[in-house]
């Protein structure tokens, strides 16, 4: 799967500590072994001068105070609040400078950020799709991708789960619906 380094984007979804440190409050071991090749992808992306995009989920403390229905906290605890060490990316996956950084307070990377309007106006079309988690934030920022019409491809084997069915559940979705899925040997910048 053959990639225009000038067109695509590389989009590493919530590799925080939160979840894939052991200390943090969703600590997945699954996140944690995404680390390596997350941090594989970035560097070959950077080599090949594609775009690197990191989102980070961030809560402000009050954020679910007046919810109606969406509370994270009430679904998942509290996670990632705003200021924490929760919140930063691990140290495998330093951004450079010139790489952009979306926080975001939904799983959906798109939602109320500037990821679009970046991507529009550095001609970005493919975005290249790791992280974690694979049937939330992985799943729900491509998805938005999708319907925003961008490519959409999810790299199977550099996303993180809590259980191996809701990746698979989320890859095959993704297939099916809206994006491609591939693994990261078959990924090529040309």
């Known amino acids: 799967m053959e990639f225009e380094p000038a067109r695509t984007a590389l989009v590493v979804v919530d590799m925080q500590n939160g979840f894939c440190h052991p200390d943090g409050a969703l600590y997945a071991p699954d996140s944690e072994a995404a680390i390596e090749p997350c ?16 989102t980070r989920d961030v809560h ?16 998942w605890g509290e996670h990632v609040i705003e200021g924490s060490w929760e919140t930063e990316l691990v140290a495998q996956l330093e951004p450079a400078e010139d790489d952009l950084v979306v926080v975001k307070h939904t799983y959906d990377a798109f939602y109320e950020t500037q990821l679009e309007g970046w991507l529009d106006a550095h001609g ?3 975005l290249v799709v790791c992280g974690t988690l694979a049937n939330v934030c992985v799943l ?13 491809v999810l790299v199977e084997d550099a996303i993180g789960a809590i259980e191996d069915d809701h ?6 979705h993704a297939d099916w619906l809206f994006g491609e899925v591939t693994e990261r040997g078959e990924i090529t910048f040309a």
């Open 124 to 126: 970005i079309d493919d």
């Open 39 to 54: 941090r594989e992808l970035v560097e070959r992306a950077r080599e090949a001068g594609a775009s690197v995009v990191f």
């Open 167 to 172: 990746r698979e559940y989320a890859l095959d």
């Open 60 to 75: 402000p403390p009050e954020q679910f105070e007046d919810a109606h229905y969406y509370d994270e906290f009430d679904r």
């Open 140 to 152: 729900h920022t491509a998805s938005s991708a999708g319907l925003r019409d961008f490519r959409p």
